[in-house]
């Protein structure tokens, strides 16, 4: 396999992908060093993902010759995209998209240097990706006649595959095993690089759920407990909420946090019926929740939070999940693990919420309590907030009402753990409704979801996640669950 290679994940995705970035810059010197002496396990290693890229095609010279490997070789044909295509010249240009693609993603892409076209190199080809461990190949095919080469390489090289031939390069049909295979993306199209980029974003979200770890906090466990998720590999971690508890009423005000308090405060809007006691509370529960993520070498954490008073972490997994540390709330895994997938399929946050619907307007509206400021990426445009108090029990304990925008594509997502299942539903934001006259919780969004007769229909459990973007972000989710064989629900 080449020799030649993009590659790497940059500093901030590692420190992202380590669940860092946002949390550890919060941690007191002495909290960092407790945590770090308590470490109970240690960070799972962070490798990019890696991705085999071949070229299929024949050089003019050997056409010409009628030395091709396909049946038109007697007549000295060139069979479709025909001899115009200039191939050659097509591989340095998709090389060169495709590596900085990959080097913006933080995946190690790795170019077999030639176009191959023996059937002979294709069998060596295969050998030598399966013997590297490639996480994925990517086959650009660009002669009509090779596409059961495209396949065959699709099909044994490579947990998974992309396959991209472009439209005129296919007389008639394209083939039936491309098409419809699972495991694989067939990309008929052209220059459609968002498309590779999409397969290229699926690879990447595989790998990292697989060498990442999710951090459970309950008052149901007793001691440390350790699963696998059975479908994307994700190592779980479930301990006691008195270990929380604990680091949280051992963490005093300091100007670190007095100073991160101002700043949320004159960020928001308005401050409701929210005393500074509170959200300095809940940034000793921010500082709290970096503790125990260090303490783990947690990637993204769930808290059963909903009796924890004064400890709540709303306003903690707002910024978080805003910092692409994922958050999510009351021990949720589906929901967690569905934030998780996001992180690396979007790099943007989504809203964790539950369910609610008009049903005489036929809209759906989720609410809940720590939605991210920040739902278009670290680096993207801010949404307004207001703090206002946790909805459903006293002290009134700060949480934020963030507004969304009117107008605005959103999609619906939920990864259903152990079921090999998704869901995707786009729509777009109609207000995010006042309460009074709606209830609910903290942030409310109502949306209108496509092409759908009942939206009562759609249900999809408790804590879906909601994300900003078009039907071509929500496209990533269904190719996501195509490469990995996956159901995926919905209306995109």
């Known amino acids: 396999m080449c020799e030649s290679c993009n590659s790497g994940l940059d500093r901030r995705s590692f420190l992202i992908s380590s669940g860092a970035l946002g949390t550890a810059s919060l941690l007191s010197g002495g909290v960092l060093a407790q945590a770090t002496a308590e470490a109970a396990v240690p960070p799972r290693k962070k490798l990019p993902a890696r991705v085999a890229v071949v070229f299929l095609y024949p050089p003019a010279d050997v056409v010409y010759a009628g030395e091709n490997e396909d049946n038109w070789r007697v007549h000295k044909w060139f069979t ?103 495991g694989m993306l067939y990309i008929h199209s052209i220059e459609n690089w968002a498309e590779i980029e999409r397969g290229l ?10 060498q990442s770890r999710l951090l459970r906090i309950s008052g149901r466990v007793e001691k440390m407990v350790e699963a696998g998720e059975p479908d994307l590999g994700t190592h779980v971690v479930g301990v006691p909420a008195g270990e929380y508890n604990a680091l949280f009423d051992s963490i005093k005000p300091d100007a670190e946090i007095d100073a991160l308090a101002r700043r949320i405060k004159s960020q928001a809007a308005r401050i409701m019926d ?143 753990s152990g079921q090999k299942k998704l869901c995707c539903w786009t729509g777009r934001v109609v207000e995010s409704p006042a309460c009074p006259p709606a209830g609910g919780c903290a942030t409310r969004v109502l949306v209108d979801v496509d092409r759908v007769d009942d939206v009562c229909d759609i249900y999809p459990g408790t804590h879906p996640i909601l994300f900003c973007g078009d039907r071509g972000d929500a496209r990533t989710l269904k190719v996501f669950a195509r490469m990995y064989h996956l159901e995926c629900v919905g209306n995109v």
């Open 80 to 182: 479709w995209p025909g001899n115009q295509f200039q191939p050659e010249q097509q591989q340095a240009k998709f090389t060169k998209i495709i590596g900085e693609i990959a080097k913006r993603l933080g995946i190690e892409a790795i170019f077999h240097p030639q176009g191959i076209y023996q059937e002979a190199k294709v069998k060596e080809f295969i050998a030598s990706t399966k013997a590297a461990k490639a996480d994925a190949v990517l086959v650009v095919n660009f002669w009509n006649t090779f596409a059961d080469r495209s396949y065959e390489i699709a099909a044994q090289a490579a947990p998974t595959a992309i396959v991209y031939q472009p439209v005129g390069s296919n007389h008639q049909l394209p083939l039936e095993l491309l098409r419809k295979s699972e």
């Open 201 to 210: 974003r699926a690879v990447r979200a595989a790998k990292m759920m697989a």
């Open 274 to 416: 929210v005393t500074d006691e509170y959200i300095i509370d809940a940034i000793r529960a921010h500082r709290t929740v970096a503790g125990m993520m260090e303490r783990y070498g947690a990637d993204a954490i769930t808290i059963e939070c909903l009796f924890l008073k004064d400890r709540k972490p709303c306003v903690s997994f707002a910024l978080n999940n805003g910092e692409l540390v994922p958050c999510g709330c009351e021990n949720h895994l589906d929901g967690t693990l569905t934030q998780m997938i996001g992180r690396w399929l979007w790099d943007r946050a989504g809203f964790m919420h539950n369910p609610e619907f008009d049903t005489s307007e036929n809209r759906y509206f989720g609410s809940h309590c720590t939605c991210a400021w920040k739902l278009h990426g670290p680096d993207g445009a801010s949404q307004p907030y207001v703090v206002r108090p946790f909805f459903h029990q006293a002290p009134k304990t700060a949480a934020l009402d963030v507004q969304w925008t009117p107008g605005e594509p959103v999609f619906l997502a939920k990864y259903y």
